[in-house]
């Protein structure tokens, strides 16, 4: 079998080190969503199947995992929606049960969270990370482009219903488009529907790479906030987009001998811009910097200009 459906380690703004499953072929979504960097859907559907070998998908998660790798989560993702395969139980139930000192995250869109099977499914996944893109039919339609007989109101019911039963973490992730879902009444009722949900913090996106439509930008800093202040009323929010933000009661309290460690651990893994590690470590972006010039100098660190900005390494 030449087919991989295991990548990485890589290293996740969001998650850490990741190591990656993909459980259906790429571009099989329920959704066609405008922003996908994966590109457009070409399997578009809500049906449940084994898309891929769910025994060969073990197998060679068994393969990586009795080398012990470190890692921060097994991450369910790639270029398809995960929970469309109706084998994603027993690869949960093989992690679980084989290597329960992994932390598993679900990327997901939420349109299958209303399935009593799927929730069942997921119930030992460490964190369920849910898209929440649209409030209304017409941004559905618009932003996420969904299959047959998906509605926006029965996506957000699978959702609310989920997150009353859940036994994971909660993270949800809304992804502003300028001008598609950025109104003032828009921005009120993704306030409305966090609150129904009431996940354990919002993460606000926007575009970072190319989607399939041409024309879409990203949102600015300042648009983002408006998001922010309203959102933070109800629930912690973080901005990872190209603009970063975390609220006070997600910033981390590290001891100041602390600081340098940690910097050398995140940054040995893979190197990391500035606003990368002041993510990672949830303290003042300030504070991050003086840091980086003590290490500079000492010699202790090193950085390379890139076009995204200077990626810090630890020095040869």
């Not at 559907?45 to 990586?64: A, F």
């Not at 929970?83 to 139980?89: C, D």
């Not at 926006?152 to 502003?176: C, H, N, P």
């Not at 590290?254 to 990368?276: C, Q, V």
Request: contains cysteine; charged residues 25%.
């Amino acid at each position: 079998m030449n087919d991989k459906y295991i990548f990485g380690p890589v290293a996740s703004r969001r998650l850490g080190i990741s190591l990656g499953v993909d459980l259906v072929p790429s571009k099989t979504c329920p959704l066609d969503c405008i922003y996908c960097e994966a590109g457009k859907t070409t399997v578009h559907t809500m049906e449940r199947s084994e898309y891929i070998p769910i025994g060969e998908v073990i197998r060679q998660l068994d393969e990586v995992l009795c080398d012990k790798p470190e890692l921060d989560y097994i991450t369910f993702s790639g270029g398809g929606e995960p929970t469309l395969n109706s084998g994603l139980g027993r690869v949960v139930d093989f992690v679980k049960d084989n290597y329960p000192e992994y932390r598993i995250c679900l990327l997901t869109n939420g349109c299958l969270l209303g399935d009593p099977e799927v929730v069942r499914e997921i119930a030992r996944v460490d964190l369920v990370i849910p898209s929440l893109d649209a409030t209304t039919e017409e941004e559905f339609a618009i932003i996420n482009r969904q299959a047959s007989g998906l509605t926006v109101d029965q996506m957000l019911a699978g959702l609310i219903s989920y997150a009353k039963v859940r036994t994971s973490k909660l993270w949800l992730e809304i992804f502003i488009a300028p001008g598609l879902n950025d109104s003032d009444a828009a921005i009120a009722r993704f306030v409305d529907i966090t609150e129904q949900i009431h996940p354990d913090k919002v993460q606000l996106n926007t575009l970072d790479r190319p989607g399939t439509v041409k024309g879409l930008k990203a949102s600015d800093a300042q648009n983002t906030m408006r998001f922010i202040h309203a959102l933070e009323t109800v629930v912690p929010v973080e901005a990872v987009g190209p603009f970063r933000y975390r609220s006070k009661k997600l910033r981390k309290k590290i001891k100041l001998g602390e600081i340098d460690t940690r910097i050398i651990e995140l940054i040995s893994r893979r190197p990391a811009t500035l606003p990368d590690i002041q993510l990672a470590l949830g303290i003042a972006i300030e504070e991050v910097k003086t840091h980086l010039e003590q290490m500079l100098k000492s010699g202790h660190i090193s950085f390379e200009r890139l076009p995204r900005g200077d990626f810090y390494r630890v020095a040869n």
